[in-house]
């Protein structure tokens, strides 16, 4: 309790020593900075593996509490499920039993950071259900003043949360909260890449870990750069035992399941402890920070015509990159009721029909189980090491 | 049979345990099936299996061969797995493609009807390109002929035969189980004749595949029908009607996943003794897996509230495998 007391009156105690030492008020009053910092704890739902750059936003950016949620439990779906409906897309019910650990965990505000599709509309309906349950808390629903373009969603962003950001600093925080996600992509690329030949087990999830944990220390640009540049050191130092000719396998397939490992039971995981170089093109940088969704259409103008919505251009053209740099085979994951992945689809069995590459789809929905998902991949990983093995024969 | 000798041919094993029936071969190293089994898993795949070793045996009496290695598929491979030692571990729809492309090797595409699941695989020059399995639903499997057989009051074995005299096969909604089973109990009490019901049925097993399992899928000839519901002649006659191709079904189709899993095991080449199991010895103890007993007991991990169920085996009174836990927490040491 005391020692409570004491780190929250530091700022002041200090700033009393300094007008001890014989300042005039004038100077005083100058110097004296006014304390921006809310203690309002910011939870944000889990995805993927951005949680250091949602702190980094709760903290540097909105200039909070940030208030972490431990792993997904077994727990976390069932109260996404009772308090969903049936028949809505996964990513809901993943976030609604979010939203209530991290309400139960004392979170005061709740950040849907929505999305280019349904998603976009989730945060109202998720903030109407949390408040039917009883809860009290505001939500930041980023759907709310981007009308009206950066200005307006930052100044949703003040009014709901924090009226006192200092606006250029906040503006400069928000790019090194881009630029962390950014490198988190990167690192993940080449984690992805490499970890499934690590002579030594486990190294490179330990390095990973590792960047976790110091981008989540992180409070400024500089140090999310050192932070970086010490994985990829690190990174490169892996001893590999990789095979000249490795199966190589690409993960395309809808925003959210596509990369959400506790949505998608650690796919990637799972592919490179067979021995997979694994790719996924999709992660925010390609969606968001280097989007541009006409130019990227240019390379698939012979399947689509005009953008299906929010990711299957970006779907349909990693299927084709990867195609025409011969992969060995491509794994679609999608949730349970993603209607734009499910347009895909038949754009994607063309691309492989053309290109000749096997795909694997996958739906995942709360009741996918473990076992099954397994089965479809060892089968799919003995098919193509089949046939790799009989085509460099 | 004495199998611990050293003296015989050496012969692999393969059992492939599934929900509804359980299938066991041997194979020569020439891979020739040399005896073989299939029977009911009955819900007790331990118990299915010991029977199937039991057959195994019966009909190896006389010859001169000694196991030196064994492989299991289906969904009990890993229980089964366990209980005889097995040095190849294999998924269902690996093992049927290997055991299919090697005794068809033109084969194009696979067909494949179990007992709660439903696969196709496309084949180019002998290698398994595509596949895929049925999801979500159970539609149009071998459980749901059986338990409307059970409706019907025939055996499921005859359904075939009976579904073949119908001239005008009735219409059956086909799209699910649920919307096929009243649309059934609808034609029944309107009073359809039995054999165009069961014909509707077959028909609609064949449809519901090619919609569901087959959506998508180039199936090109020579088209290879197996696993257990294509010892049904209806089903047969109704894939060849919808597809206008020939469709072949193998006399030992309904045993192309211990076929496969055993010719893994050829591959893997003979298992080094070990210190104890059924291949102690260095070859396969038929009486000694009769002899073990086996158990399976679940056990819910507390220490997060993911609450894993780990499965464990144990042999006698010895854990021998354990799986389910998602972390290390859960980890059970077994010998």
């Known amino acids: ?393 | 049979m004495s199998a611990a000798t050293t003296a015989g041919k050496e012969a692999y094993l393969g059992i492939d345990i599934g929900s509804i029936s359980t299938k066991g071969v041997v194979i020569d190293e020439g891979a020739h099936i040399i005896a073989r089994s299939y029977l009911w898993t009955e819900g007790d795949p331990a118990g299915a299996a010991k029977r199937v070793a039991a057959e195994l045996a019966g009909q190896l009496e006389d010859a001169d061969v000694r196991i030196v290695g064994a492989g299991t598929t289906g969904s009990a491979r890993r229980l089964v797995g366990a209980m005889i030692g097995a040095t190849v571990v294999k998924n269902e729809i690996t093992a049927h493609a290997v055991g299919t492309t090697y005794l068809h090797p033109e084969v194009r595409t696979i067909l494949e009807i179990g007992g709660q699941d439903s696969k196709i695989i496309c084949v180019e020059d002998g290698i398994a390109t595509d596949y895929a399995m049925n999801t979500l639903c159970a539609a149009g499997t071998g459980s749901f002929l059986s338990s409307q057989a059970a409706r019907l009051g025939v055996e499921v074995e005859e359904f075939g035969k009976i579904a073949l005299t119908s001239h005008k096969p009735a219409n059956i909604a086909a799209r699910c189980t649920v919307f096929a089973e009243s649309d059934l109990v609808h034609k029944i009490q309107v009073g359809y004749a039995r054999e165009d019901i069961i014909a509707g049925l077959c028909r609609a097993v064949a449809s519901n595949y090619l919609n569901n399992v087959g959506k998508g899928k180039r199936i090109c000839a020579p088209i290879v029908f197996q696993g257990g519901v294509s010892k049904n002649e209806g089903v047969v006659h109704s894939f060849e009607e919808l597809l206008g191709q020939e469709v072949l079904v193998d006399p030992d189709g309904h045993l192309m996943g211990a076929f496969g899993s055993a010719l893994l095991a050829l591959k893997a080449g003979p298992v080094e003794a070990g210190e104890d199991g059924p291949f102690a010895t260095g070859a396969f103890d038929f009486q000694a897996v009769q002899d073990f007993a086996f158990k399976t007991r679940e056990v819910e991990c507390a220490k997060c509230p993911n609450h894993c169920e780990i499965i464990c085996v144990y042999r006698d009174k010895d854990i021998i495998d354990s799986w389910g836990n998602r972390c290390e927490k859960g980890a059970i040491k077994h010998t």
């Open chain 1, 1 to 393: 309790m005391l020692k409570d007391f004491r780190i929250r009156t530091g700022a002041v105690i200090a700033d009393g020593a300094q007008a001890f030492r014989g300042t005039s008020d004038k100077e005083q009053k100058k110097r004296f900075k006014r304390d921006r910092h809310k203690t309002k704890k910011v939870a944000v739902f889990r995805y993927a593996y951005y949680a250091p750059a949602f702190k980094y936003f709760a903290e540097q950016v909105l200039d909070c509490d940030y208030l972490a949620l431990p792993q997904a439990t077994r727990r976390t779906m069932e109260l996404g499920i009772q308090h969903s409906a049936d028949d809505v897309c996964t990513p809901f019910k993943h976030m609604m039993g979010d939203w209530i650990e991290a309400l139960e965990g004392g979170a005061d505000v709740l950040v849907q950071v929505g999305g280019p599709c349904r998603l976009g509309f989730y945060g109202e309906m998720q903030e109407e259900i949390l408040r039917s349950l009883g809860y009290d808390f505001t939500m930041l629903n980023f759907s709310h003043g981007i009308e009206q373009g950066y200005v307006g969603w930052a100044k949703e962003v003040m009014k709901t949360v924090n009226p006192d950001i200092n606006v250029p600093h906040g503006v400069k925080q928000l790019l090194a909260c881009g630029s962390m996600m950014t490198k988190l992509d990167e690192a993940r690329d080449l984690y992805m890449a490499n970890a499934g030949f690590e002579t030594e087990r486990g190294s490179y999830r330990r390095a990973w870990e590792a960047l976790l944990d110091a981008f989540s220390l992180c409070q400024t640009p500089k140090e999310i750069d050192i932070a970086f540049g010490s994985f990829m050191d690190r990174a490169r130092s892996i001893k590999l035992d990789k095979p000249e000719h490795p199966i190589r396998i690409g993960i395309i397939g809808e925003m959210y399941t596509a990369i959400d490992m506790a949505s998608n039971l650690d796919l990637d995981e799972k592919l490179m402890a067979m021995g997979v170089e694994v790719h996924r093109m999709l992660n925010f940088t390609n969606r968001y920070t280097r989007y541009n969704e006409p130019n990227l259409r240019r390379s698939i103008s012979d399947y689509v015509a005009f953008d299906m919505g929010p990711t299957t251009t970006l779907t349909v053209a990693a299927a084709k990159r990867y195609a025409e740099e011969g992969f060995d085979g491509l794994v679609h994951a999608k949730c349970a009721g993603c209607t734009p992945e499910i347009d895909a689809i038949p754009v994607i069995r063309r691309v492989a029909e053309d290109y000749k590459i096997p795909v694997l789809y996958l739906t995942y929905d709360t009741e996918t189980s473990d076992t099954g998902l397994m089965t479809r991949l060892e089968a799919f990983y003995d098919m193509l090491a089949m046939k790799k093995e009989a085509s460099l024969r």
